[in-house]
Each structure stands twice: as structure tokens, then as C-alpha cells.
């Protein structure tokens, strides 16, 4: 039986550009669906990466200017694996092109902006998906049928961490690839945005929505250089979160929290 397609523009060749691309390629030979994803177009300021990426993944064509890539009619599906600070602009200009939008978390750099791509996301009735996929990981997937189904009664207590190391250094630079996400102006709200929200969603995907919170947070690394303009700056944020820690449609960001944290279900 033939099946619908759908055309791909991705946003973005970075890691989770590639994580991505590798998942739409082998999501078919796994799961049945009514749908084949086509790579059709990869979109990154520089063309030759653009280029090396697209034909490293499949992808038919490439474009430099992600106005472009959301303007073309071939195009179905926005996949924004971009920084934080594109997040906004591309979502709204998606979502008013008719595009169905998936977006890497967190929306925005902060609540205004995830709130406007929530607004327009709405306003144009668009599907629309933020990248929770720990939802999706099957340990995670069977505790969330077992609760729905009662079999552990009244939940009291939930723990969740997610570690990484890899930017405790302090003789590590902010800015630039990769590191984008240690400069505040990119990232916005740090490993808040890009750790915690794994365990936030989680935490409400199975226990359903807080209604308080409490939290503890703390920056380890003061200051660190920046890749690209060589000064000493404040970094988006250096800390460690491990806190209590759902796929669903845009929603902005909860509460900035981290290291230690207390939250009370209803």
C-alpha cells in the first residue's frame, strides 16, 4: 500500500540535526505509519556544511536562509534543530506558512517568545511537536502505562537527574558551535532549558501538571571566555541540574529550576 508523503525542511546539521535525520530514515522500518518522511530540503547558513550534510543524510536540496526553505511549497514539515535564539523566529513564520512544526526544547529563550510561538501555533492550527523524546524511551513509556492503569495506586514520590559533565570546565569557552548553549543571549535559560525540561516534562507526563514549586540553583562556573568575541562573560548557566525531572504540542518553558527542588502534585 502506498503511503502519503511528507516533506521535510530541517533547520539546523548539529547533533540532533544528524539525531533527527537518522530517526526519520529508520522510524519506518520500526513503526507502522501511514506517512514516509522525505528528506527533501537541509538549511544551514553555510552552504558547503549545508551541502556535506545534505548529501551525508540524504536530503535532495539545500538552502542558506531559512525564510527560503519555509517559503517553498515542496516543503510540508519545519524540523527546528537550530540555537534557541532562532527558535522563535522560524516557529511563528512555520506556523504561518501552514508548515507542520517540530521544535527542539526549549521554545524559546524565555517565556515571552515561548508564548508568542504558542499563540501562533494556535492562531494558525498547525500539528506541532516539542522534541520530548525521554517520553518515548521504553522504560519511561511502560511507568507511564502502569500509572494510568492504577497498578501503583496514589503516587507520593518521584526523583529524577540528568548529569552531564561535559561543560564543568571552566577552561571551556562560551559561543560557537556547540557552545552556543553557554552563552546567555543564545541559550537564554541555560541547563534549565536544555536538561531540565527532560525531567520537568517527565515529571508531568506521568504525575500530570505541578502546582507548586520550589527550587535551589546555582551557577558553578562564574565566568568563562567567549569563542567568538575572546572577552570574559557570564555564562548562561554552568549548573548541574538534578531535580525531579512529555512528545506534546508547543507549550512554553516551566519555571526556571535546578539543582535541588521540592514540587507538590494535585
Avoid at 551541502?51 to 511549497?73: I, M, N
Wanted: with cysteine; glycine share 8%; hydrophobic share 40%.
Amino acid at each position: 500500500m502506498s503511503k502519503k508523503t511528507l516533506n521535510l525542511g530541517m533547520v539546523g546539521y548539529g547533533f540532533m540535526g544528524r539525531a533527527h535525520s537518522n530517526a526519520f530514515r529508520k522510524v519506518g522500518n520500526f513503526f507502522p505509519a501511514e506517512h514516509q518522511v522525505v528528506l527533501k530540503a537541509a538549511c544551514a547558513r553555510d552552504a558547503g556544511k549545508a551541502q556535506v550534510f545534505a548529501d551525508t543524510w540524504g536530503y535532495e536540496s539545500t538552502e542558506t536562509d531559512w525564510r527560503k526553505l519555509v517559503e517553498r511549497p515542496d516543503i510540508d514539515v519545519i524540523d527546528i534543530c537550530s540555537p534557541n535564539d532562532t527558535h522563535r523566529d522560524i516557529a511563528i513564520a512555520a506556523a504561518a506558512a501552514g508548515k507542520m512544526v517540530l521544535c527542539e526544547k526549549p521554545l524559546g529563550r524565555n517565556p515571552a517568545e515561548s508564548e508568542e510561538m504558542v499563540a501562533a501555533i494556535e492562531k494558525a492550527g498547525v500539528a506541532n511537536m516539542v522534541w520530548y523524546n525521554y517520553r518515548r524511551v521504553p522504560a519511561v513509556t511502560l511507568a507511564k502505562q502502569l500509572v494510568d492503569e492504577g497498578r501503583f495506586g496514589k503516587i507520593f514520590h518521584y526523583r529524577a537527574k540528568f548529569l552531564q559533565d561535559w561543560t564543568i570546565s571552566a577552561d571551556l569557552p562560551q559561543g560557537g558551535a556547540g557552545l552556543w548553549r553557554l552563552d546567555v543571549n543564545v541559550a537564554g535559560s541555560g541547563v534549565t532549558g536544555d536538561l531540565l525540561a527532560h525531567c520537568i516534562d517527565t515529571a508531568m507526563w506521568l504525575n500530570g501538571p505541578m502546582v507548586e514549586v520550589s527550587a535551589v540553583t546555582e551557577t558553578f562556573i562564574k565566568e568563562r571566555s567567549h569563542n567568538l568575541t575572546s572577552a570574559s562573560t557570564t555564562p548562561a548557566s554552568s549548573s548541574r541540574a538534578s531535580p525531579t525531572g512529555p512528545s506534546q504540542p508547543l507549550k512554553p518553558p516551566a519555571t526556571p529550576v535546578a539543582t535541588r527542588r521540592s514540587t507538590r502534585w494535585n
